[in-house]
């Protein structure tokens, strides 16, 4: 019986699909599609030629630091791990536990220091996602984008990957008003569709990026990555 549930399962997921794709024409959906059928993962998202060793790469919500472990094996770069759960954090520790190039930090960064609540769903757990419960959560750390950059003593990120669950809107919008954006060269995000006028507020934090970043690649709410000008 749990084989043919299964079955069922999996069988209304690929009908749910392609009626988002080919009727209702989602764009999520669509671009999703579209993300695996050119193998952005294992290709755009690691395409960064211009990393050298004396490269600096922040990767915000490092989960269990697959990011970080393929972009230092290609390019041999520093890398800081931004991870608030203390669970992914253990396990970052342990896995990057003899590279001195990498560095793994609990907390996340964010518009402003503070505490928020964080649910547990495996790497896309977060404290801004409204179809989370908050049911064996736990509370995270964040701080402060500009005040961790003073401690830290960076003054330029050569590649910055983003996946915060829905934090990235203020922590984009952070970056540009205070005037920071130009610091790092190359942004990967992934913006997320669930936050309140995700779609507008990701216009505007667009146009502010064009001031000094051009688009080098986009799958709409699924990655797109800026390179300073």
């Known amino acids: 019986m749990k084989r043919i549930a299964k079955l069922i399962k999996q069988t209304a997921n690929k009908f749910s699909r392609l009626y988002k794709i080919y009727i209702v024409k989602d764009e999520f959906t669509i671009q999703l599609k579209k993300w695996f059928a050119d193998g952005g993962d294992h290709n755009l998202r690691l395409d960064y030629p211009e990393l050298t060793s004396a490269s600096t790469v922040f990767d915000l919500g490092g989960y269990l630091g697959d990011f970080t472990a393929a972009i230092i094996e290609k390019y041999d770069c520093k890398a800081y791990i931004f991870e608030p759960h203390p669970e992914y954090f253990s396990k970052c520790i342990d896995r990057f536990s003899s590279y001195e190039n990498v560095m793994v930090l ?21 404290f801004i996602n409204p179809n989370h419960s908050q049911k064996d959560g736990i509370k995270c750390v964040t701080r402060d984008f500009s005040s961790v950059l003073n401690e830290l003593d960076i003054t330029s990120i050569d590649l910055m990957k983003i996946n915060i669950e829905g934090g990235e809107f203020p922590l984009m919008e952070h970056i540009i008003s205070c005037g920071k954006q130009a610091i790092i060269r190359q942004y990967q995000i992934q913006f997320h569709n669930f936050v309140e006028k995700a779609v ?30």
């Open 200 to 229: 507008d507020r990701r216009m505007q934090i667009s146009r502010a990026l064009s001031e000094t970043h051009v688009r080098t690649w986009c799958y709409t709410f699924v990655w797109e990555n800026w390179r300073k000008i």
């Open 106 to 126: 609990n907390y996340g960064l964010a518009d402003k220091n503070g505490e928020f609540f964080l649910s547990n769903r495996l790497d896309g757990s977060s």
